[in-house]
Each structure stands twice: as structure tokens, then as C-alpha cells.
């Protein structure tokens, strides 16, 4: 069935500008395939807000946000904002963003494209088959809780930072979890430290009791720092990553080395009602204007948009498939280029997936 349904783009700093036009054409050649009516509402965020609007966050950008059936965000941040006041840095925008859109659950995949297996910093024989989903709480914990800040003290200062959890907040990270394992290999390990923190001690606690309701998907319970240490030694052990907002911040960065790039990794927060969805790589500044970030992030993000924003599994699939076809005939940039291979540009790799997708249409 056609859906009619509107997009905020906010492409944001650093690469944000170059990868988002690509992923959006990507879109709305998938859109013009199905037969919907996609519209896409750019907006400034980050960095590029407080240049042109002098916030992070404008009103006008969070009203779009707010509006739209989903938003696709590019990256925010960059050197040239780092000593602003806190309340004003791009970064901002982000907690702004997921704290007003109510976005408490981040899903962040770690699959391996068996391409790229040399790509990985790991051994092949250690990597081969992952595919692990990080389920990370987003608008709790250490982030969020109060009180914070830094004050004086007579011998200095005194930074202070909050971790907070309630009943609630577990409760509702935990269904995520185990919806999303039952939907896949039917396990969830949930990572805490509730040896020495009463905070993942509460934490560990709910989650077993919300694991009454799932006895058909197997749970185990995980110190963070073993499951830091497991993630390297033999991640095919994971399924679905159960874990607070700090651990998961953490932790889903280094899932993501382990398929070659974080430049190939998308994510989607989730909430009450509209979406965000995201490459996991940030800003990358130093390589910002260069036509040579990876497009793959933003365009699997764009995927995800389809598949838990929109329900189009068969769009969403589409797009997968031309990212992994592309991949398959050695097309690379340069994060994951073995040496020796041609290296191709963001307009370049995103013209040859662009093209797979078109191909696909014709023979459809």
C-alpha cells in the first residue's frame, strides 16, 4: 500500500551536508519505486543552527521535527564550537531532540558484510557472521540525571554527574529489547554494573522481572566490562545488547569497529511517536569537504527510516540489498578500501547504489 509521509532532514555539520543529499535521493528514488508520496523538509540543526539562528536547536527546526512522520539526521559538532557554554554546543541539539521527541530506545545493528571481513581490525575467523543489535536506553541515566554541572570548591572544583533509573524507564527499554529478540535470534544479554552500582541493581533487577513476560527469549545479565572484553573475544555470542545510556553510548561504538567502519553503521531512535534515524560516525570534521566520508551509514539509517518509521520491509530490503551489491563488486571508499583497491568518493558511491536500486525498478 502507498503512504504519503513527510521527512525532516536535518543534515547538520561536518560531513552531515555531503552524505544526507545522497541518502535522500536513495529515498525518493525508493519512494518513486513504491509509489509514495515522500516529502522532505530540510531544517538547520547543530553547529549550523548556532551560525545561522545563533541556537542549536531552533524553535522552528524542533516544530518540523515534531511534525513530521520521521527525521533523518546527518551529524552535528565540530571544533569550531567546542568552547561555547554547554547549554549552547551542537551536541545540544541531539539530547534536546531525543528528550522532546520522547525518543527513549536507540537501536543501533552491527552487522558484518561478508565483503568487508578483511576490513575489520579483528581476525576473519573471529568476526565471520555477526549480527548483533544494540538496545541502548537514550533519555536516562548518567546524561539526563540530576544534580550535574562543575561548581568551586577552596581547593578547585567539583564536576558532578547523576546516574538515575526508574522502574518505568527500565520497564519500557526492556519490552524493547525483548520484542526486538523475538523478532531475531531469541536472545538478550543486559549489560550493568550492579556490583558496585545500586543504580544497575535496580536495573538488573527490573529486567529480570520484565523477563517473566518473554520466557520464550533466553536472558543473561553481563558486567559492562566483560561484555567489553567479550565483544573483542567472540562476538557471535551476542544477539541483542539489553543496556543504559552510558554503557550502550560506549559499548555500540565498539561493536561497530568490528564490522571494518563505523562509517557503515546506521541507527534509529525510538520513542512514543516520531523517529530519528541517524549514521552512528558523527561529524567527522577533519575530512568534511572532501567527497570521501562513507555514504553507507546515512543511507542504511535511511533503511531503517522505512522499515520502523513506515513499515516498508520491501523497501527498506531493497535498499540493503543495493548497499551489499554495490559492496560485492568491490565498489570502496576510503575507510574500508584494502590497500591497493580503487577508491571511490561519497557522489560516486552513492551514484553506484542509486543505480543498483534503478536497475532493480526496471527489472522489478
Not at 532532514?9 to 525518493?28: C, S, T
Not at 555514504?295 to 520491509?313: C, D, K, Q
Amino acid at each position: 500500500m502507498a503512504v504519503s509521509k513527510t521527512i525532516a532532514v536535518l543534515a547538520g555539520d561536518g560531513v552531515g551536508p555531503e552524505i544526507m543529499p545522497v541518502a535522500v535521493e536513495v529515498l525518493k528514488a525508493v519512494g518513486k519505486h513504491g509509489g509514495h508520496a515522500l516529502t522532505f523538509l530540510p531544517a538547520p540543526v547543530g553547529g549550523q543552527a548556532i551560525d545561522d539562528m545563533g541556537w542549536p536547536l531552533p524553535d522552528e527546526t524542533l516544530r518540523i521535527a515534531r511534525t513530521s512522520d520521521a527525521v533523518l539526521l546527518g551529524a552535528v559538532g565540530g571544533p569550531q564550537w567546542e568552547n561555547l557554554a554547554y547549554e549552547r554546543r551542537p551536541e545540544r541539539a541531539l539530547l534536546g531532540l531525543r528528550e522532546q521527541l520522547g525518543l527513549f530506545a536507540n537501536l543501533r545493528p552491527a552487522r558484518l558484510y561478508a565483503e568487508l571481513a578483511d576490513a575489520s581490525t579483528l581476525k576473519r575467523e573471529v568476526i565471520e557472521g555477526i549480527d548483533v543489535l544494540v538496545v541502548r536506553e537514550l533519555t536516562g541515566g548518567i546524561y539526563f540525571g540530576k544534580p550535574r554541572g562543575v561548581e568551586a570548591t577552596p581547593t578547585g572544583h567539583r564536576g558532578v554527574n547523576t546516574e538515575v533509573y526508574t522502574t518505568e524507564e527500565i520497564t519500557r527499554i526492556a519490552t524493547v529489547a525483548f520484542e526486538a529478540a523475538r523478532k531475531r535470534q531469541g536472545r538478550v544479554t543486559s549489560v550493568d554494573k550492579a556490583n558496585v552500582l545500586e543504580s544497575s541493581e535496580l536495573w538488573r533487577r527490573v529486567v529480570t522481572e520484565v523477563h517473566h513476560t518473554y520466557r520464550d527469549v533466553e536472558l543473561r545479565h553481563m558486567y559492562v566490562d566483560n561484555c567489553a572484553m567479550q565483544l573483542i573475544r567472540n562476538p557471535r555470542q551476542f544477539d541483542v545488547i539489553l543496556t543504559t545510556n552510558l554503557f550502550g553510548d560506549i559499548l555500540s561504538d565498539a561493536a561497530a569497529m568490528l564490522t571494518g567502519s563505523i562509517g557503515m553503521l546506521p541507527s534509529a531512535s525510538v520513542g512514543a511517536t516520531t523517529g530519528m534515524y541517524e549514521p552512528i560516525h558523527g561529524s567527522a570534521p577533519d575530512i568534511a569537504g572532501q567527497d570521501c566520508a562513507n555514504p553507507i551509514g546515512m543511507i542504511a539509517s535511511g533503511a531503517m527510516l522505512l522499515r520502523y518509521a513506515f513499515g516498508l520491509e520491501n523497501e527498506a530490503a531493497l535498499v540493503e540489498g543495493a548497499i551489499q551489491h554495490v559492496l560485492a563488486t568491490g565498489s570502496r571508499t576510503r575507510d574500508i578500501a584494502d590497500s591497493g583497491a580503487t577508491v571511490i568518493g561519497t557522489r560516486e558511491m552513492g551514484a553506484r547504489i542509486l543505480e543498483r536500486i534503478d536497475g532493480l525498478q526496471v527489472n522489478a
